[in-house]
């Protein structure tokens, strides 16, 4: 069910539609702003376009890494239920 939210990033207030928990929307604009906040104090002359993609960037990466150590759990959790199930005929 959709349903409009209001977040701040960087100060600005935004109206969102989503479907999302509000939660998991809050927690994602708390995590932004603190990602932009440290980015613009390590590089103050960066506009803010930039630190935002250098936020979204650092995301991304972020995702990417959990995407891949994820994939390899699940891969040892199948090995793990085919050593059990070999044990268990045997």
């Known amino acids: 069910m959709q349903k409009q ?5 960087n100060g600005k207030q935004y109206a969102i539609v989503t479907d999302e928990h509000d939660q998991d929307i809050t927690q994602a604009a708390e995590l932004v702003n603190v990602l932009f906040k440290a980015k613009s104090e390590k590089m103050p002359s960066m506009s803010e376009d930039k630190i935002a ?4 960037l650092h995301l ?3 995702l990417a890494k959990s995407q891949r150590l994820l994939a390899n759990d699940e891969v040892r959790i199948e090995q793990v239920i085919s050593l059990i ?3 268990n005929v045997a």
Do not use: Q, R
Request: aromatic share 0%; no cysteine; glycine share 0%.
């Open 5 to 9: 939210l209001k977040i701040t990033l």
């Open 53 to 56: 993609l250098m936020v979204a």
């Open 60 to 62: 991304a990466a972020d």
């Open 85 to 87: 199930a070999d044990a």
